[in-house]
């Protein structure tokens, strides 16, 4: 099986789906967050995701809670 994850920052506040189903609205932070898709970088503090993934997908917009379910039910991703 696997699993879909999806981490939606809406007004500055982290909210994390599992399979489509909202898990967990964070705390918000004073810190920007970047996306580091693409930018991946090895050396003794960092680690590896180890097994089947697909490529991330970075959405330049905030993705509703149906649109999210849609994506969490595609089993694959050309441009989704």
């Known amino acids: ?8 920052y ?3 506040i982290p909210i994390l789906y599992l399979n489509g189903q909202l898990v967990k609205e964070l705390k918000p932070s004073a810190n920007l967050v970047h996306p580091g898709l693409g930018n991946e970088k090895e050396d ?14 970075l959405f330049s917009e905030v993705l509703s809670e149906s649109r999210i379910m849609q994506l969490a039910q595609t ?3 050309a441009t989704c």
Not at 47 to 56: H, I, V
């Open 1 to 8: 099986g696997w699993t879909h994850i999806t981490l939606v």
């Open 10 to 12: 809406k007004n500055g």
């Open 44 to 57: 003794i503090f960092s680690w590896f995701f180890e097994g089947d993934k697909s490529e991330p997908v």
């Open 75 to 77: 089993t694959t991703c």
